[in-house]
Every structure is written in C-alpha cells, then in structure tokens.
C-alpha cells in the first residue's frame, strides 16, 4: 500500500473518506461488540424483511469491512453506493415517519441519514472523477 494514496484525491475527500469508514467501522463494531445483531434482526423482521438476522449480519459486515477498505481507499465507490442504498432505506423504512431531527423537534429522524448521503456522495463523485481523470478548477 502506498501511503500518499491515501490522501488523493486531494485532502479534503481524503479526510471526508477517512472519517466516513472510521463512522461506519465504529457503527458496526459496536453492534457487534454489544451483542445488538439478534435485535437488529428481529427488528428487520418486523419491519418485513426476510432473514432478518442474516441481513443484520450482513449490514454489519458491510460496514465493518466496507469502512475498513474505505479507509485505505479500496473500494470506495461500491462502498458508497451500498451505503447510500442502506441510508435510503432506512429512511424510507424508520425515520421518514420521524420527521427531520435526530433530536429536538423530533426524535430519530431523517437529518442524520441525509448527511452521510451527502458526504457519500461527494466521495463519490471525487473518486469518480479522479479515476477518469478529470480535473476540476477548485
């Protein structure tokens, strides 16, 4: 692994990328870690996906890994786009009948879920970009 790789396509994305696996790694080693997977599952379940346990697993896994190579850039874009896929629907799922706050005005709502979108989505389009090799002006 070379390690000014790490920090391309400039520093910016390369905070942003870095920052979204370490969110993401915490996120599903704290599911793990607190034995919260066989409730995760039971609450897909419930909310009509099949197999909720081993979609659980497999979210957790996802953003285990995911997080991990995103971090050192591997994969980026096949994580963001998973991970928006996962954000959306639990907007459309949990917190779009929660209104817009995580908290305050309301609980458990869509602000947060939207925000990482954004961000997954400029990680995106900057990683796009640089591997074909499109320069922008800032």
Do not use: Q
């Not at 497999?58 to 995103?70: K, M, R, S, W």
């Amino acid at each position: 692994m070379n390690i000014a790789n790490l920090f391309k396509p400039n520093y910016s994305i390369a905070a942003l990328r870095m920052m979204i696996g370490i969110v993401f790694i915490l996120h599903a080693a704290v599911r793990v870690y607190n034995n919260t997977l066989p409730g995760f599952g039971e609450f897909l379940e419930g909310k009509g996906f099949p197999f909720g346990f081993m979609l659980a697993w497999a979210v957790t896994l996802f953003e285990l890994v995911g997080g991990i190579l995103t971090f050192f850039r591997y994969f980026v874009r096949i994580f963001c786009i998973g991970e928006m896929i996962i954000l959306i629907t639990g907007i459309i799922t949990v917190h779009r009948e929660n209104g817009w706050f995580v908290v305050g005005r309301s609980l458990n709502g869509v602000e947060y879920s939207v925000v990482l979108i954004t961000i997954l989505t400029a990680i995106f389009i900057a990683e796009r970009k640089a591997s074909r090799k499109i320069l922008h002006p800032l």
